[in-house]
């Protein structure tokens, strides 16, 4: 069973410049090489020599999903032809495609791709989309199957069946596995999370087909899995079952002093829903990245509630230059609403003592909350101006399948390729219920994402002035000045 592992793409049809690896699906071809199976990653996602080198600013990235629509229409678009040619040239016996919503229109493409140039090629679903809509997703006829949850020992399980020729009742004992027999969808128990994250091996960063220039995409790793807080908006539940699950700090630094030798970085990006859970374990983190001095930087996200002055200093002492936060909302009733379990007092306390250390600070806030009335908004912008952050991070509100807060008189369904339209960054995302009309939802939303770009391009401007100072180190160096 030779099995190709796709990344659909998004951001590179927005035309916006982002190098990631999609670290799922490196943890699944890792334990797939592990047991014998001959994997590749493409990532369709990946770099385009087209897309200009540099951050986008918010204001980008809402034009930016009138060009995903167009692309997704557009067979001839480049990104459909390099599918094809990456069929041709590797021939897998199995594609399995990985799907967040908003990207669910460009990984059905692709299943349909896939089985136009081989229709026995197997294929199979996972990701946040498949796990929380598995009905909808399997009901593609150009879908085979699909794994609700954690995915690495599901697929390696289904692969070695199909490998074997399985038959329905081997299926059935695989937990994890959605299938289906002519018209009739089978989901299975669900699959029992893995115990202890060490045992897993580093995510296949090799087995890439189309590698970042410059290693940029070498810098994310993850320390922990899943999330035990029960925000509304936020499905991570569905996925992780509020369960949260740590790698050990021994295992994290081996796997950074591994990236750092091989692929010559001391950058990284922690992706962890919350990766500051453990307070112990971080300071023990800290600790040891000191003592040892690598000389590593490295950003994280996290809950604001579990930054201390102590926690925060030791990090900034531990080469932490970045740190990201979902605060939200600006306004202490949305924040109920949401069940943050944060006040605004406590996040503006927790934002001073970040910004007192020098590390950068990036907030997360929602706008378009279906109760929103203007008030939220000004609440919002408010809120901005008193944070004085380095970054802001706007999204509008979107509906994700299986969150609390779309139920009841906020539900919303939307369905397969309607998530076209719907992204943090679409225009088309509207679900005010309050009676605010929509172009003066427009007017404000535009307003905030307007004064938290003033604060992205301080950002930029601050990276390239960092840069430089670097540059300039780096030739007196070599000048021995
Ligand atoms: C890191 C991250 C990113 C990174 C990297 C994304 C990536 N593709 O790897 C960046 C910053 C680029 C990103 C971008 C976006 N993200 Co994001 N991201 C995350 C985050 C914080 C962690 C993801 C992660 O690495 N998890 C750890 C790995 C191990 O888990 P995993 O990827 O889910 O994979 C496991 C299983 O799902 C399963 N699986 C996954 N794929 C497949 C495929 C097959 C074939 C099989 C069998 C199994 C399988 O097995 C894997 C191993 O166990 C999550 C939060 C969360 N709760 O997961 C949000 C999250 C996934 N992102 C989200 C969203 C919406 C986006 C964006 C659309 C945002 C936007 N711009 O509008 C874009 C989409 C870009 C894209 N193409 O993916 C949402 C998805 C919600 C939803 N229902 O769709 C989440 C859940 C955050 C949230 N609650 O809002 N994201
Ligand atoms: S939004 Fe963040 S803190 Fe809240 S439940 Fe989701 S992952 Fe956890």
């Known amino acids: 069973m030779k099995v190709l592992l796709i990344n659909p793409p998004f951001n590179r049809?927005?035309?916006?410049?982002?190098?990631?690896f999609p670290l799922g699906l490196g943890y699944l071809a890792a334990v797939l090489i592990k047991n014998g199976y001959q994997t590749k990653i493409y990532n369709s996602d990946g770099p385009d020599k087209k897309i200009a080198r540099k951050t986008p600013?918010?204001?980008?990235?809402?034009?930016?999903?009138?060009?995903?629509?167009?692309?997704?229409?557009?067979?001839?678009?480049?990104?459909?032809?390099?599918?094809?040619?990456?069929?041709s040239s590797y021939r897998p016996d199995l594609v399995g495609i990985t799907s967040v919503s908003p990207v669910y229109p460009a990984a059905k493409k692709i299943a349909r791709l896939v089985k136009r140039f081989d229709k026995d090629i197997f294929?199979?679903?996972?990701?946040?989309?498949p796990s929380t809509s598995p009905?909808?997703?399997?009901?593609?006829?150009?879908?085979?199957?699909?794994i609700v949850g954690e995915g690495e020992y599901s697929l390696f399980e289904l692969v070695s069946a199909l490998g074997a020729g399985a038959r329905k009742s081997d299926l059935k004992k695989i937990t994890g596995l959605a299938y289906k027999r002519g018209r009739q969808i089978y989901i299975n128990q669900r699959r029992e999370l893995i115990k202890d994250l060490d045992s897993l091996p580093y995510p296949a960063r090799e087995a890439l087909i189309n590698p970042w220039p410059k290693n940029s995409d070498k810098k994310m790793i993850l320390a922990s899995r899943g999330c035990p807080f029960d925000c509304a908006y936020c499905n991570s539940k569905k996925l992780w079952q509020r369960k949260y699950r740590a790698r050990s700090v021994s295992s994290i630094i081996a796997e950074m002093v591994f990236l750092s030798k091989k692929y010559k970085i001391n950058l990284f990006e922690f992706r962890d829903e919350i990766f500051l859970f453990y307070?112990?374990?971080?300071?023990?983190?800290c600790r040891i990245l000191?003592?040892?001095?690598?000389?590593f930087h490295w950003s994280c996200d996290t809950r604001i509630d579990l930054v201390d002055k102590e926690i925060i200093n030791d990090m900034a002492a531990a080469g932490c230059s970045f740190v990201s936060v979902g605060l939200e909302s600006g306004s202490e009733s949305s924040l109920i609403k949401l069940n943050k379990k944060l006040s605004i007092e406590e996040v503006l306390e927790k934002c001073r003592l970040i910004k007192k250390t020098g590390i950068l600070l990036n907030i997360n806030l929602m706008v378009g909350l279906p109760w929103e009335n203007k008030i939220d908004i000004f609440d919002n912008i408010d809120f901005i101006k008193k944070i004085k952050p380095n970054r802001v991070f706007i999204g509008v509100y979107t509906p994700l399948p299986g969150s609390d807060l779309n139920r009841g008189k906020y539900r919303i369904d939307i369905e397969g390729d309607q998530w076209r339209y719907y992204s943090f960054h679409s225009r088309y995302n509207f679900f005010i219920k309050s009676g605010m009309k929509r172009k003066d939802f427009i007017y404000f939303r535009d307003s905030m994402i307007k004064i938290s770009d003033k604060y992205n391009k301080c950002l930029t401007q601050k990276i390239i002035a960092l840069l430089k100072r670097k540059l300039v180190r780096i030739i007196r160096d070599r000048q021995g000045v």
């Open 135 to 146: 009905v909808e997703v399997l009901g593609d006829s150009n879908v085979d199957f699909l």
């Open 57 to 87: 600013l918010l204001q980008q990235k809402f034009k930016g999903q009138e060009s995903y629509i167009r692309s997704l229409e557009d067979d001839s678009a480049m990104v459909w032809q390099e599918v094809e040619s990456v069929l």
């Open 290 to 295: 000191k003592e040892r001095k690598y000389n």
């Open 123 to 129: 294929v199979v679903m996972g990701g946040m989309h």
């Open 279 to 285: 307070r112990a374990r971080m300071l023990e983190f």
């Open 13 to 20: 049809l927005k035309k916006v410049y982002h190098p990631y």
